[in-house]
């Protein structure tokens, strides 16, 4: 057994990671939020986040108990992103805010949603 924090695997989770395709590199710095979609609150913002040098968050944006089925959107920063990299001289940039909006079914299942990006195209699929 190792020490610090002991990962159960029965936990659900939820994260993400970034990559800039341009630069054939992680989205470190890179601006995410998180909302869950209330039929009657409307949006929430659940946490808004930095991704780390290899375009991670630190810590899952949700798990165990804040992990609950519903329909959620995570956007993307990707405009400021890649103009802090110098990679986006037109105004406005052709791709600002990616959102991808998913569904959470099973909370005790993990959710990983990575983003492939450029300034010109992005994609995304549920990873493991």
């Known amino acids: 057994m190792t020490a610090g924090r002991r990962y159960d695997r029965r936990v659900g989770k939820l994260s993400t ?5 341009a630069q054939g590199r992680p989205a470190a710095g890179l601006a995410v939020r998180l909302e869950r979609l209330d039929t009657e609150r409307g949006r929430v913002c659940l946490t808004s986040r930095l991704t780390n040098s290899d375009g991670r968050t630190d810590e899952p944006l949700l ?5 609950v ?8 920063a990707v405009g400021d992103y890649f103009r802090s990299q110098g990679l986006s001289p037109a105004s406005p940039p052709f791709l600002d805010e990616v959102p991808v909006r998913f569904g959470i079914s099973d909370a005790s299942a993990s959710y990983h949603i990575p983003l492939l ?12």
């Open 17 to 21: 990671h970034v990559l800039d395709t």
């Open 63 to 67: 798990e165990g108990g804040a992990l």
């Open 69 to 76: 089925p519903g329909i959620y959107e995570l956007t993307f």
């Open 117 to 128: 990006c450029s300034p010109w195209a992005y994609q995304t699929y549920r990873g493991s």
